[in-house]
């Protein structure tokens, strides 16, 4: 708010709509978290040798999974009578005050022969639990103790009361004019509220949001790492509504005044969210999985940014030649495009509605048709291209074979093909908003041409052009059926760009995580750009302001 601006006072209505807001965001992102946490939980135990080998065998594909304790056997052998010399029975409990002795541990005994005899993975069932074991090295046989588990109705009845509330308060405060002051009375509520809601699914629902309030839902934690546990949260909670509070009242003020703008927007607005947001925020958490939806944590971008030996890819070679194929494409598109422009806008031009159409068609053809016209014309035997050479004497040439330069080329000529017209009609408008009177004065005052193009035509053609470079790096960079349709990455997926190699990790490599983790450093690397070269060229701000 500008400084010395009235306090403005908000109606019951757009506090109620910040408060659903926070809440909504901040237990939807609770769930993701706590999900996450507990799958990592799983598949760290999953991953411990007998739950690889065995796991599969005892546990459906869709159920969740409590770990109750690994556990391995170590034997030195066998004495005279067949019993087991110098047996050692470790356990590493992942739930505290879980109890090893007993039956139990005869059932495991009991496992523990069965595989030693059969020589393969084995599992049991005890009390509603599984038992899982496999044979490891120097005689070891690691093993889970697990508890399948379906969806928690608990889980869900909490969830959907949450938002169920926050949908009857926006309901409610759209009737309801009540005036209140400050943000700080609606933080401290969401604090409370938070807190409230922690301990309820603390005991009621621990697994669900078990590091939220895991101080509350299992033993083994000091009252000081519980309490932690629900006040950390709390307060993040009430930071989120301080951020989003004020700004959210002032759209539903705005909504109440200008109802039919808003109604008009919201389709688009629907889409975008349907379309661009939800799906990002899914590749988002994607990027964290691996194909079984294991939590990986940074594994997969580890794998992009840090190849093994066995990698059959390269980021940062791809990397290199995404950038040398970036600039060099939006180079061409804007030398070619403004020189066309210039010519276009000449006045002792004539018939120039005839060429401006002409230089449109390249960019007015699907990009994919174009693409798979220019594969024709390169073609080694029938090529039109190479018709052309053979005329004027000169080899044929492979321009689709096993050479990195051809295939680039190839791919260069055709993207170039593409993308100088858009350059050219947002030079072409740029340059005829250009006032005549300018250029006269600057012919009177003994401006040569070149004069008057670098000191008169560039800097107002910039407002225009800049953003249009921006965009048209971003598309380039992300330019997918050009590289994947005339090259196809040859030779040896050399001349794939970061986008075609992260379709190859989601089409041919199956890795849907490591696609994900590819998008999301595509997107930063994007984001980046974008802001470093706003910053730099200061190419949105009006040249006459």
């Not at 869709?62 to 770990?67: C, E, P, S």
């Not at 309030?213 to 993040?236: D, N």
Request: with cysteine.
């Amino acid at each position: 708010m500008p400084a010395g601006a009235k306090k403005q006072d908000f109606a019951f209505y757009e506090r109620a709509s910040a408060f659903a807001l926070t809440a909504v965001v901040f237990f939807t992102g609770m769930v993701l978290f706590t999900r996450m946490e507990l799958v990592r939980e799983t598949s760290a135990a999953v991953q411990h040798a007998g739950m690889v080998a065995a796991g599969g065998h005892a546990v459906p594909a869709k159920a969740r999974v409590r770990i109750l304790a690994n556990f391995t056997w170590r034997s030195k052998g066998v004495d005279k009578f067949g019993l087991p010399v110098g047996s050692s029975l470790a356990f590493s409990n992942v739930r505290q005050g879980f109890e090893t002795g007993g039956d139990l541990k005869a059932a495991i005994l009991q496992l523990r022969g069965q595989v030693q005899k059969v020589g393969h993975p084995a599992c049991m069932p005890y009390s509603g639990w599984q038992v899982c074991a496999a044979p490891g090295k120097n005689k070891a046989i690691h093993g889970v103790v697990m508890m399948p588990m379906g969806v928690r109705v608990m889980s869900l009845v909490l969830y959907a009361l949450t938002v169920l509330t926050a949908g009857i308060l926006l309901l409610f405060g759209l009737f309801k004019g009540i005036q209140r002051g400050g943000i700080w009375p609606d933080v401290a509520l969401v604090f409370v509220a938070t807190v409230v809601f922690a301990a309820l699914c603390g005991h009621y629902a621990g697994a669900w949001l078990g590091m939220l309030a895991r101080g509350f839902s299992y033993s083994g934690h000091t009252a000081v790492q519980g309490a932690g546990m629900l006040l950390g949260p709390a307060l993040f909670a009430g930071i989120l509504h301080l951020i989003l509070a004020r700004h959210v009242m002032e759209f539903m003020q705005e909504l109440r005044r200008k109802p039919f703008v808003y109604a008009a927007i919201s389709p688009a607005m629907i889409g975008m969210v349907v379309l661009v947001f939800i799906p990002f925020f899914m590749g988002v958490y994607i990027a964290f999985l691996d194909n079984n939806y294991n939590f990986v944590g940074l594994a997969n971008f580890k794998e992009v940014l840090f190849p093994s030996a066995h990698s059959d890819t390269n980021f940062y070679f791809t990397f290199g030649v995404t950038v040398m194929w970036t600039a060099l494409n939006v180079s061409l598109h804007v030398t070619i495009g403004l020189l066309l422009a210039l010519i276009l806008s000449d006045h002792r031009l004539r018939e120039k509605a005839i060429y401006r159409v002409l230089l449109v068609v390249p960019w007015a053809v699907p990009s994919y048709i174009t693409a798979l016209i220019w594969k024709w014309m390169f073609n080694t035997q029938y090529g039109p291209i190479n018709a052309f050479i053979k005329v004027l004497g000169l080899p044929a040439v492979d321009w689709l074979g096993r050479s990195f330069w051809t295939n680039f080329t190839a791919n260069l000529v055709t993207n170039t093909w593409l993308g100088f017209p858009f350059m050219m009609v947002v030079s072409l408008g740029a340059l005829q908003s250009i006032p005549a009177q300018l250029y006269e004065a600057a012919e009177i005052d003994g401006a040569n041409r070149w004069q008057r193009f670098r000191h008169v035509t560039l800097p107002l053609i910039k407002p225009a052009l800049f953003p249009a470079i921006i965009l048209g790096t971003i598309w380039t960079f992300n330019m997918f059926n050009v590289v994947y349709l005339v090259s196809g990455g040859a030779p040896d997926n050399k001349t794939n760009i970061l986008i075609t190699e992260a379709y190859r990790a989601f089409r041919v490599l199956k890795n849907y995580g490591l696609a994900a983790a590819y998008s999301l450093l595509i997107f930063l690397i994007l984001l980046g750009y974008s802001l470093i070269t706003n910053k730099l060229t200061k190419g949105t701000e009006d040249i006459y302001a």
